[in-house]
């Protein structure tokens, strides 16, 4: 099967989803979360840093999870291009952890 190359808005996207999940992640291990969201360290290290832009929507779920973050709020930020809500509306929740 031929993969269909990601377009210039996708990859950004997937940029800024790896933004808005290491800014939650806050001090916390890539360690740590990937433990808690039952995924390798690596994987999380990937998405974090655009390298793997469309990750599977359960992987996602799992680290928004794991940090604390409502993904009404991950959803919010993704749909701003300019990617400004990352650094506001991004926070974890004071019981995650």
């Known amino acids: 099967m031929v993969r269909v190359p990601l377009s210039e ?12 999940l290491r800014g939650a992640r806050g001090a916390r ?9 039952g995924i390798s360290v690596e994987t999380l290290r990937k998405i ?3 390298r793997i832009p469309t990750p599977a929507f359960f992987t996602v ?6 940090v604390g973050l409502p993904l ?9 291009p300019t990617g400004e809500a990352a650094d ?10």
């Open 88 to 97: 506001t509306a991004l926070s974890p929740r004071a019981d995650a952890g």
């Open 61 to 66: 779920m799992a680290i928004a999870d794991a």
């Open 9 to 20: 808005a996708e990859r950004l996207r997937g940029e800024r989803l790896g933004v808005a």
């Open 72 to 80: 009404d709020d991950l959803r919010t930020t993704l749909a701003d």
């Open 48 to 50: 974090e840093t655009g």
């Open 29 to 37: 291990s890539m360690v740590a979360v990937a433990a808690d969201a």
